[in-house]
């Protein structure tokens, strides 16, 4: 199991839900071409979306900090 990846395969997870989050808000008080108004946007919900979005991305930056201070112990220990 490599650490890293796992990471890695978390902050890109993070990344897609950033920016579908991204892509809602934008399309607030959006019209349609026949200037229907478009607002489905639930903005709390994309809040909270992109509150989540945010500590998915710290988590998984500490998850590889750590990994890369076992592999540098690891590196010490050999050497």
């Given at each position: 199991m490599?650490?890293?990846a796992?990471?890695?395969q978390g902050l890109q997870q993070a990344d897609a839900q950033l920016e579908k989050a991204a892509t809602r808000i934008a399309a607030y008080g959006a019209t349609s071409p026949d200037g229907a108004n478009l607002d489905t946007v639930d903005l709390s919900a994309e809040v909270v979306?992109?509150?989540s979005a945010k500590t998915e991305f710290s988590a998984n930056l500490k998850t590889l900090k750590t990994a890369n201070e076992i592999q540098k112990n690891l590196i010490d220990l050999t050497a």
């Open positions: 490599d650490i890293s796992i990471a890695l979306a992109l509150m």
